[in-house]
Nanobody, 127 residues
Framework: VQLQASGGGSVQAGGSLRLSCTAT????????MRWYLQVPGKERELVAT???????NYADSVKGRFTVSRDNAKNTIYLQMNNLKAEDTAVYYC??????????????????????WGQGTQVTVSS
C-alpha cells in the first residue's frame, strides 16, 4: 500500500491551496484518514481527521480555514486550505488506517488494519 500526496506549493498569505492524497494497493477498506503537519525541529501535529462516514475533526489553529474531505471510491483524502497564514508553513503528511488483502495458502483473505503514511508535501506561505 502507498499513499501519494500532492498539491503543495508556495502562496502568499491569504491565499489557498488544495492538497490531495491517494491510497493505492491491495486495499480492503480505509477507515480514518488524517492530515498532519511538521515544521523543522518539532513533532508532527494533527491537523484534521475524517472518518469513513465523513465525520471530521480539526485542530483549533485551522478551524474555519481548512476543510477536510474524502472520496471513498477513489481512496483519496483532500485538504482545502483557505486564508493561509505564514504559520501554516510546514510539510504536510497524510495518514490512513487501511485494511489490506493478504495472500496465503493460495487464497486471499482480509488482513489486519494498519496505519500508513504518505510522503510529505511542502506548503510555504509568505507574508
Amino acid at each position: 500500500v502507498q499513499l501519494q500526496a500532492s498539491g503543495g506549493g508556495s502562496v502568499q498569505a491569504g491565499g489557498s491551496l488544495r492538497l490531495s492524497c491517494t491510497a493505492t494497493g491491495s486495499i480492503v477498506t480505509i477507515n480514518a484518514m488524517r492530515w498532519y503537519l511538521q515544521v523543522p525541529g518539532k513533532e508532527r501535529e494533527l491537523v484534521a481527521t475524517i472518518t469513513r462516514d465523513h465525520m471530521t475533526n480539526y485542530a483549533d489553529s485551522v478551524k474555519g480555514r481548512f476543510t477536510v474531505s474524502r472520496d471513498n471510491a477513489k481512496n483519496t483524502i483532500y485538504l482545502q486550505m483557505n486564508n493561509l497564514k505564514a504559520e501554516d508553513t510546514a510539510v504536510y503528511y497524510c495518514n490512513a488506517d487501511i485494511q489490506i488483502w493478504k495472500y496465503y495458502s493460495s487464497r486471499y483473505s482480509e488482513g489486519e488494519m494498519s496505519t500508513y503514511w504518505g510522503q510529505g508535501t511542502q506548503v510555504t506561505v509568505s507574508s
